[in-house]
């Protein structure tokens, strides 16, 4: 039996220098100094923007279809998601003036009225539909859409609401 386990020692022994030589250039490829390899310097990574921050559109909401706002802040990406709807709503922005004027004949009075109105759409139907971070600038970036056609059904609601309340005061 002890023959055995020398005999098997042997062989284990054997095969662990016969695998050696495969593993890191073998026993002494482990410890060559002079083929140190030097680190793999790598281009640094150049991200183009996305063709909406640079003007261009975007390539999923045509301006035909859509009224788009684009935001820039250097603080957070909730600063330009406002920024951008705050772009898009300076497009919406509709002004209505209505001049009355009153005549009394008892009296030969003269009165005028002028109704200046101001329709602020509240913008229904917004969404921030994209982003981007500029790494090299440390600005985010915010893209928002609405649809037109919302949109203009919004704004002829409103101008709906207000011809009626002036024909009320007529």
Same mark, same amino acid.
């Given at each position: ?59 999923? +909401?045509?301006? /035909? ?67 981007? +971070?500029?790494? /090299?600038?440390?600005? +985010? ?6 649809? @037109? ?8 609601? @409103? ?9 009320? +005061?007529?």
């Amino acid at each position: 039996m002890p023959n055995m386990k020398k005999t098997i020692q042997f062989i284990a022994g054997c095969v662990l220098v016969a695998l050696l030589p495969g593993c890191a250039g073998g026993i002494t490829g482990a410890y060559k100094k002079d083929e140190i390899k030097a680190p793999l310097v790598e281009k640094p990574l150049v991200v183009k923007p996305p063709d909406w921050v640079l003007g261009r559109g975007h390539p999923k +909401y045509p301006l /035909s279809q859509y009224i788009v706002g684009v935001g820039i802040s250097d603080k957070s990406s909730v600063s330009a998601n406002e920024s951008s709807r705050s772009e898009l709503a300076k497009s919406l922005k509709v002004k209505i003036k209505s001049k009355m004027e009153d005549y009394s004949d008892n009296e030969r009075t003269l009165i005028r009225r002028l109704i200046e109105t101001e329709v602020n759409t509240v913008l229904e139907g917004v969404e921030i539909k994209d982003g981007w +971070y500029d790494n /090299s600038k440390k600005v +985010y970036y915010s893209f928002t859409v609405l649809d @037109r056609v919302l949109a203009a059904a919004g704004i002829q609601d @409103r101008i709906t609401e207000i011809e009626f309340l002036l024909e009320k +005061y007529l």
